[in-house]
C-alpha cells in the first residue's frame, strides 16, 4: 500500500469516527443537576471534586463545600476557596473515629453537620454542592443512608452534587449519574515521600 491509500484509508476512518462522535453528542441533549460519586482507593478524589469548584466558579455559579472528615485545616484548596466570594465551605466533621474515640459524639457530630448540608440541598442558588469525604459517616452508620439518598433527591432539579470517599455505599453509586472508581496503581507515601503541598494538600 502507498502513501496516499494510506492517509485515504485514515481520513475515511477518521471521518467515520467524527461521524459516531457527532451522533451521540446530538444524542444528550438534556441538562441536569448531577449526582457525581468519586471512589476508590487511588488518589485524586477530592482534587477532582475541587477542580469541579473551579470550574463552577470560572462560570460565576455558587458552590457549597462540606467537609466531613477534617483531616488538616491547612490545604491549599481551604485556603484558597475560602476567599473566593462565590463559595461557602463547612468543616463539618471532626477527624477519623480512632482520633475522637466517641461514637455517641461522631453520630450527634455528623447529623448536625448533615442538617448543614439539608439547607444547601433546599437552596437552588448553589448550584454546586460538595459533600468531601462523606461516604466515611456513611460506612460507620453515622448517618442514615435513607435519610442521605431521600435528601439528595429532594434537592433542585438543576444543583450539581459531588460526593468523594472511599467504600462508597451501593445505593449512593446507584442513585449517581456520574461514578468513578480511582484505582490505586501507585502511591508516593508508600515510597516514604509525606504529603506534599499543592499535591496532597
Ligand atoms: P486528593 O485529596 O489528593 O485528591 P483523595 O481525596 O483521593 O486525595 P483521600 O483518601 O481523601 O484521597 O486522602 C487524602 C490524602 O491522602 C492526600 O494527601 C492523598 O495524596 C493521600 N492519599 C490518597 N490516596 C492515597 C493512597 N492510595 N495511598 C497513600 N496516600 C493516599
Ligand atoms: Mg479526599
Not at 477542580?51 to 483531616?71: D, E, N
Not at 466517641?102 to 433546599?122: F, H, K, P, S, Y
Not at 452508620?141 to 459531588?162: F, K, N, T, Y
Request: hydrophobic letters at 40%.
Amino acid at each position: 500500500m502507498d502513501d496516499n491509500d494510506k492517509s485515504t484509508r485514515h481520513r475515511n476512518r477518521m471521518q467515520r469516527k467524527k461521524e459516531v462522535v457527532d451522533a451521540s453528542i446530538a444524542r444528550a441533549d438534556q441538562d441536569k443537576g448531577l449526582l457525581l460519586v468519586l471512589t476508590g482507593n487511588g488518589k485524586g478524589k477530592s482534587s477532582s471534586a475541587f477542580g469541579m469548584v473551579a470550574r463552577a466558579l470560572g462560570h460565576g455559579m455558587q458552590v457549597g463545600v462540606a467537609q466531613f472528615i477534617k483531616g488538616r485545616s491547612d490545604t491549599g484548596e481551604e485556603a484558597f476557596f475560602r476567599q473566593q466570594p462565590g463559595v461557602v465551605w463547612h468543616v463539618l466533621g471532626e477527624g477519623f473515629t480512632w482520633d475522637t474515640q466517641n461514637l455517641e459524639r461522631d453520630i450527634e457530630t455528623a447529623n448536625r453537620g448533615w442538617g448543614v448540608v439539608r439547607e444547601m440541598l433546599q437552596d437552588a442558588t448553589i448550584s454546586l454542592v460538595v459533600l468531601d469525604e462523606l461516604t466515611y459517616p456513611i460506612k460507620y452508620g453515622w448517618l442514615d443512608i435513607e435519610m442521605v439518598l431521600s435528601d439528595l433527591a429532594a434537592r433542585p432539579p438543576m444543583q450539581h452534587v459531588v460526593i468523594t470517599g472511599r467504600g462508597a455505599a451501593e445505593a449512593l453509586c446507584d442513585m449517581a449519574d456520574t461514578v468513578t472508581e480511582l484505582d490505586d496503581v501507585k502511591h508516593a507515601f508508600r515510597a516514604g515521600v509525606r504529603a506534599q503541598n499543592g499535591i496532597d494538600l
